[in-house]
């Protein structure tokens, strides 16, 4: 089983205070993509994504979007490039038909496109959009995902309203889950 990071960086801090009160709703994750590889062995990390008015990439779950820069990215995949056995699903956080504009599209294109590019040692998959899941970049990379035990995939109201709730009372003993093909997301990689 490859281990994988439901909303790998959502450890960041929220960008506003708004953000800041409802953050709990959206964090999965508590430590930082050097420790979630080196500490706890993720080797698959997810990419939540929109773009500002001038195309640049935010991180971001939901409505939560992290105080974070394009620089900081671009250094976090770096470093991830120069690891083994690596993999970054990348998703177009847009929920509603308002947002999903054709400068968020293009904007994300464009930006898949660069990935592949300047971080070649990366397998990057997905390139999914969350409005109605349709594949806005084709990725070569199509692993075989188990998501079935992040907070999402069982929608319980306050479970799926705070995954670290979710994470305490399922992360024991999911990791042996799956083949060794597989990726498994969980939520808060750090609870075991």
Known sequence: ?????HNAWSYLLPRTWWMKLIGFTAQCQRKTI?????????????????????GQPMIVHGPVEYVYTPQQIRDDLKKLNSRENVSVRVL?????????????????????????????????????NLYDWTINYNFLYSPTCIE??????????????????????????????????D?????FVDIR
């Open 1 to 5: 089983m490859v281990l994988g990071s």
């Open 34 to 54: 050097d420790t979630q590889y080196n500490d706890y062995g993720v080797r698959c990390f997810d990419l939540r994504l929109r773009f500002d008015a001038d």
């Open 92 to 128: 177009l956080d847009v929920r509603c038909e308002r947002q999903y504009t054709q400068q968020q599209r293009d904007a994300f294109w464009n930006y898949c496109h660069e990935l592949e590019m300047f971080y070649p040692n990366i397998n990057f998959w997905c390139g999914r």
């Open 148 to 181: 079935r035990y992040a907070s999402v995939c069982k929608p319980r109201l306050i479970d799926d309203w705070w995954p670290y709730l979710f994470a305490s009372r399922y992360n024991h003993g999911i990791i042996e889950q799956g083949t060794d093909k």
């Open 183 to 187: 990726i498994l997301l969980v939520d």
